[in-house]
Nanobody, 119 residues
């Protein structure tokens, strides 16, 4: 089992920045991939960024060059640094952790944190 707790969301003006944090507890040594997803009202949840056990990162095209995912292994925490925020970045941001299972992968989710970007 893995538990994830996000923090750092809030209200920011367009062009501003925020840093989201995701603290993981539980069987964290088994986590292969950690990621940030977001879901805007009326839209499907989408992948924003991910980081693998080997520190390989990947980003959605819409956030490349503006967002950075990183992690602090000593704190068991993953971060999403967001710069040059746009109103279209407004969404609930969720942290996710993928853990290998006997048949496939188990994905764990945090409770989400709201990010609102005003124009």
């Amino acid at each position: 089992q893995v538990q994830l707790v996000e923090s750092g969301g809030g209200l920011v003006q367009a062009g501003g920045s925020l840093r989201l944090s995701c603290a993981a507890t539980g069987i964290i040594s088994s986590i292969n991939v950690m990621a940030w997803y977001r879901q805007a009202p009326g839209k499907q949840r989408e992948l924003v960024a991910l980081i693998t056990r080997s520190d390989i990162t990947n980003y959605a095209d819409s956030v490349k060059g503006r967002f950075t995912i990183s992690r602090d292994n000593a704190k068991n925490t993953v971060y999403l640094q967001m710069y040059s925020l746009k109103p279209e970045d407004t969404a609930v941001y969720y942290c996710a952790a993928d853990v290998p299972a006997t048949y496939g992968t188990n994905r764990y989710w945090g409770q989400g944190t709201q990010v609102t970007v005003s124009s």
